[in-house]
């Protein structure tokens, strides 16, 4: 898989994410440069997280206007993939090729713990190694995760199956009212959704945060398994 | 304020900070009356902050050197060598009184402050910790510091990206006006490429990256060596406000720069910025150093030499680059999109000459500025007894001691604080906080673990200084010592009180000569550090407060193979084993302060060679693979120790009986030091055996399993309930 | 010229800050406050001397970053 | 009545997130744009009808929560 990083001023889990892709991929993925107006050849655009921008004004807002975010548009044209976690998934929202937006979470705290994750939707590229309903554990790191969406949307959403990942308690309840296992108050639980496509996936947990036992787990892996595995097809 | 403008005389000196007899120094040195700027290079140079005027004779006497120590004390920080051609570089910093002032902000700039000490020296940033000390819960304003502190740490390190991974938090009702808070950073460089502050090459120029100057924080370095009074806060001094932002971004730049050879010599521009990163480069190198100042990124109009030598705007650093290479330095910086300016060059005049619009504004020589800053040997009280330790009884009995101990504030769940701190960025952190005595951080593409943890028992001190700091030192060896890592180094952060007041000075030297005893036994050198005086509080009626002296410990240790260190938690089965002699000290205990209310007695006593040799064993036990989990015995005793294993790892233990001859309370809550639980996975028989044949006590404390603690009386106290008197308190103190 | 463009949540999108706000007032004895709802000015200096081009142009600016149109309205003022 | 407080930072305090969205607005091709400051709008619902009183007590308001005034000021400004 050859997988490209987009690198803003502010980025800071390019590494981390740089380490998850090499190690499930076995391939180093080329750092790219938002100033950058020419991609290499590549199956996979990853927007990583981070405070871009100082996360200034709102989260994702200035990273969106990047020049290279003008060619990571006709990526997704032509059919590619992009993940955008965390920074990433506000610069994909912020950009509109995601629905939604990120508010504050509802703590009005930046929020730093583990998470449970159930898979919505294992039908999707980024999601092929999960059954439905499988939970996995994930790191989440962000002040602004809170998912709202206008009610229209939403139904569309969750009709179409492009809700990728609902938070849930780890025996995988969904509770949208419950701050232990919906830790940042998004709309449904939602905590990760795909295009229309299904090429394009934003997230607000880290999975690249946990693809190492070492680490305290592999529960990550399979998204990026996943990933491997539809581009070979 | 202009150069022009003001009259300097003692008078204004005095209102400077420097005293009659300094000013009269100044006066020889300079051969005239200094203008406005030059009294200003020499009250900053010549404070306690930069100058370490009351400290330095008995900071002389820490021990600092070992085999792997590669630079100690007198760089930006310290660094000691982990193999692999590598070397971490660590070092801890205060921000008590911005912190005060305003919390936020304060605390943010000191986590900026420190990082660009470590990076300046050529690491990436790793890890961050915090050791924080806050006034009483009761008080209202306590409650508003902690916000703001939290916030202003995570929101620094958080963006920045370099994972908060450790720290402490004590509340005391000695620190109402005057709460501590230290940042420590660690960072791996390459170990033939670190970075010094000497200047050399005359005619080389001065270069100025980063953010532009305004007027922040004028004055910064005196005011935080200058008592507090109750008028501090209406004075709102200019607060420095940090920009994490652009910190990322020189920290990318200066990393790009640093893989050249374009670097001759950097600093950061910290306290007194551009006054002392422009006098220390050039005064280590021996050479002058001429600046112009119309050249420095400017971010207000109309900023007179004054203002923009004695400016601590953030976010900025000085270097001294080779001529040859200066555009390709240029270019790198302005990627990064930060501000880049030759503001002057090096001089073989041994002055530091300041022009500002075709005028020289300041003309100093640098070896006196330096060489006669003031020193002092003030005068040092004998030390009060400690108080008696007073009748004990238990009202109570273990159970509903140990639920009071679990939930009390310096016991109680940190999860409210860690959990806005972003601990898993980087991708390398195998410990992260609330799960092993230190924090585990493995360097990037290799097999090597570091083990983090900052330490410090403000009780203990206050009640016996000297073994206060050879403890506090000792902790922080014993939490690496827990996780299999093998302790390195420390970096200290020494907060006390007014060092002119004799019986504060006593405190002060008592604690260093535990320190420094304490260093020596246990191989555990202080590489770097900072201190912090003048922490107390002015009443209105002129009375004074006292922090407790707080001589906070930032311990550095490593793994060769990180896969092999332990946590804390519990596991499945097997039995829980205790290492270390129990002679059920209760003096200045948790359990003396929770249960009847008094801060009595003396400090646990502090056998450094116990010390030693129980750690080694723990260690040795460890990394040959034979305990599943380890955790110290320290605040609360071995009671308190057990239910911290027991909630991190939701198994739970059923206790054997005390010692005989001992009172249970002695026993089970007792502060004894040098002692370890260690998990076992078998019946343990072999571990206590080989601890015998050392001549080591140990003593089989319990058997894993059951729904709970189950104490000898066959009473359980669950899982849940003791979490749930731990979680309690951060939640509702801070209302959420 | 001076231009203020004030940012706030659309009506219908919950505001948990102006919420908190609302909560801390109550506790601080201003029970008179009803609601509170939260955003941000953003003032722009423009080297722009005329009033209603500077107005059109930081309307622009906020079409195109100051405001995310999902969730938030804005107004523009020209400062006195 | 409404009434808006508009908090921002003191004159020469650094305003990180002012520098970033000015260059951005470069970036976006707003050359005109001179300095950008940011700061925070608070609108309050007050049972209150007299204009002057609802001034006054979101200027107290004001002082004891919604801005800090060791690095804010404040305007409190009656809504039209
Ligand atoms: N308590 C201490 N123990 C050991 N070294 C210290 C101590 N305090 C300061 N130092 C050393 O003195 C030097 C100057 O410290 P400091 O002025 O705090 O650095 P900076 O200029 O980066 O703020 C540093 O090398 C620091 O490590
Ligand atoms: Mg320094």
């Given at each position: ?233 | 304020m202009?150069s022009?403008q003001k009259v300097v005389d003692a008078a204004l000196a005095r209102q400077f900070g420097l005293s009659g007899e300094e000013y009269d120094q100044v006066l020889?040195i300079m051969?005239?009356v200094p203008n406005l700027t030059e009294l200003g290079v020499f009250s900053v140079m010549w404070s306690e902050h930069c100058s370490?005027k ?163 924080g004028i004055h910064g370095a005196t005011m935080s060596s200058a ?8 004075k709102?001094p ?33 306290a007194a910025?551009?006054t002392s ?27 007179t030499?004054y203002e923009?030598m004695l400016?601590e ?49 300041a003309?100093i020589?640098?070896?006196?500025l330096?060489?006669?800053a003031p ?362 | ?80």
């Open positions: 898989m050859k997988a490209g990083i987009v690198v803003f001023p502010g980025t800071n889990r390019e590494r981390d994410m740089a380490i998850a892709l090499r190690s499930v991929s076995g391939r180093a993925p080329k750092i790219l440069w938002h100033q950058d107006t020419h991609l290499p050849d590549l199956d996979l655009i990853v927007l990583p997280g981070g405070f871009s921008y100082g996360d200034y004004l709102r989260c994702g807002a200035m990273a969106a206007h990047s020049p290279i975010m003008h060619e990571v548009r006709k990526f997704a044209e032509r059919g590619g993939y992009i993940l955008g976690v965390c920074n990433g998934f506000q610069i994909l929202t912020e950009t509109g090729m995601l629905p939604g937006a990120l508010l504050k979470n509802a703590s009005l705290r930046f929020l730093s713990q583990d998470c449970f994750l159930r898979v919505e939707n294992a039908e999707t590229p980024f999601t092929a190694r999960w059954q439905k309903d499988d939970v996995f554990r994930a790191p989440l790191a962000h002040g602004d995760g809170n998912y709202v969406v206008d009610e229209k949307t939403l139904e569309m959403l969750e009709g179409e199956g492009r809700v990728a990942f609902r938070y849930s308690a780890s025996d995988g309840v969904v509770s949208p009212q419950d701050r232990e296992t919906n830790p940042n108050g998004s709309l449904n639980a939602i905590a990760g959704i795909v295009s229309s496509d299904g090429r394009v996936c934003g997230m607000m947990p880290h999975p690249e945060d946990l693809v190492d036992s070492l680490m305290g787990g592999e529960d990550g892996r399979p998204l990026f398994e996943s990933l491997v595995e539809a581009v070979v097809q | 202009s022009k020889i051969g005239r370490y009351s400290s330095r004779k008995w900071l002389r006497t820490l021990p600092t050197t070992a085999p792997w120590v590669i630079h100690g004390p007198g760089e930006n920080a310290g660094v000691v060598d982990i193999g692999e051609g590598l070397a971490a570089i660590f070092k801890m910093e205060s921000h008590n009184h911005p912190s005060f002032i305003e919390p936020y902000q304060g605390a943010a700039t000191g986590v900026g402050g420190i990082l660009r000490d470590v990076f300046t020296m050529g690491a990436r940033p790793v890890a961050n910790l915090n050791a924080l000390r806050f006034g009483s819960p009761e008080n209202p304003r306590t409650r508003q510091i902690v916000d703001g502190v939290v916030r202003g740490i995570g929101g620094y390190g958080n963006c920045v990206g370099v994972p908060t991974v450790g720290g402490e938090v004590n509340f005391h009702p000695a620190y109402d006006g005057n709460p501590l808070v230290n940042a420590m950073t660690v960072g791996v460089a390459r170990k033939d490429r670190i970075f010094l502050s000497a200047a050399a090459g005359i005619g080389n120029p001065v270069v100025y990256v980063g953010s532009k100057t305004g007027r922040d008592e507090f009074d109750e008028n501090a806060l209406a709102r200019t607060v420095q406000v940090g920009d994490p932002f652009v910190e990322k971004l020189l920290i990318e730049a200066c990393l790009e720069l640093m893989a050249t050879d374009a670097i001759i010599a950097i600093q950061d521009m910290g910025g551009l990163s422009s006098v220390e480069m050039a005064g280590k190198g021996n050479v002058g150093i001429d600046l112009d100042l119309d050249s420095v990124p400017q971010r207000e109009p109309d900023m030499a923009m400016s705007s953030q976010e900025r650093m000085l270097m001294v680059l080779r001529p040859d290479r200066t555009e390709q330095a240029r270019a790198i910086f302005e990627k990064w999109e930060l501000d880049f300016a030759v503001i002057g060059q090096l001089t073989d005049t041994g002055r530091i000459v300041v022009r500002h619009k075709g005028a020289i504004e003309d020589p640098l070896a006196p330096a060489d006669e020193i002092y040997d003030r005068p040092v009280a004998t030390l009060p007894a400690p108080e008696p330790i007073g009748p004990v009884h238990d009202p109570v009995g273990l159970e509903q001691a140990l639920i009071t101990l679990i939930s009390c504030p310096d016991l109680a769940s940190r999860a409210w604080i860690w959990n806005q701190y972003d601990s898993t960025v980087g991708g390398q952190t195998a410990q992260r906080p609330g799960g092993a005595d230190a924090a585990i951080v493995r360097v990037e593409d290799t097999s090597i673990g570091l083990a983090l943890t900052t330490d410090c028992t403000p009780r203990y001190c206050y009640a016996n200084p000297r073994s206060g700091g050879a403890q506090a030192v000792a902790e922080a060896w014993r939490n690496i010592t827990a996780t299999g890592a093998t302790p390195l180094a420390v970096t200290d952060n020494l907060n006390f009180a007014n060092p002119e007041k004799p019986e504060i000075m006593a405190q002060f030297v008592a604690a260093i000569e535990g320190m420094g005893e304490a260093c020596r036994v246990l191989d555990f050198p202080v590489v770097s550090g900072n201190v912090s005086l003048y922490n107390e509080t002015r009443n209105p009626d002129g009375s004074t407060r006292a922090i407790l002296p707080t001589p906070a410990i930032g311990g550095l240790g490593m793994l060769a193979d990180v896969e092999k260190h332990v946590g804390m938690a519990i596991p499945r089965s097997g039995v829980l084993i205790l290492i270390g002699e129990t002679k059920g000290h209760l003096g200045q205990s948790l359990w003396l302060r929770e249960i009847l209310g008094r801060e009595t007695g003396d400090a646990p006593d502090v056998d450094l060679r116990a010390e030693r040799r129980n750690g080694d064993f723990v260690r040795e036990q460890i990394i040959s693979g034979k305990v599943a989990a380890c955790h110290d015995v320290s605040d609360g005793g071995i009671l308190v120790a057990v239910a911290e294993m027991i909630m991190a790892g939701g198994e739970g233990c059923e206790l054997e009986p005390p010692q005989s001859g001992m009172r249970p309370e002695a026993y089970w809550f007792g502060e004894d030091q040098g002692r370890y639980l260690l998990a076992v996975n078998s019946d343990g028989q072999e571990l206590l055996h080989e601890a015998g044949m050392r001549g080591i006590p140990s003593r089989l404390m319990g058997k894993i399993g059951g729904g709970g603690l189950t104490l000898p009386s066959g009473a359980t106290i669950s899982i849940p309930r003791l979490r749930a008197a731990n979680a309690a308190f951060f939640p509702s103190l801070m209302g959420a | 010229m001076k231009v203020r463009v004030i940012v706030s949540l659309k009506e219908g999108v919950l505001d948990p800050q102006g919420k908190a706000i609302n909560h801390a007032l109550h506790v601080l004895e201003f029970p008179e406050v009803c609601e509170v709802r939260t955003g941000k000015v953003i003032e722009l200096d423009l080297d722009e001397e005329n009033p209603q081009r500077a107005a059109q142009r930081a309307h622009k600016m906020a079409e195109s970053l100051l405001a995310n149109q999902v969730i938030e309205d804005f107004i523009v003022e020209i400062a006195k």
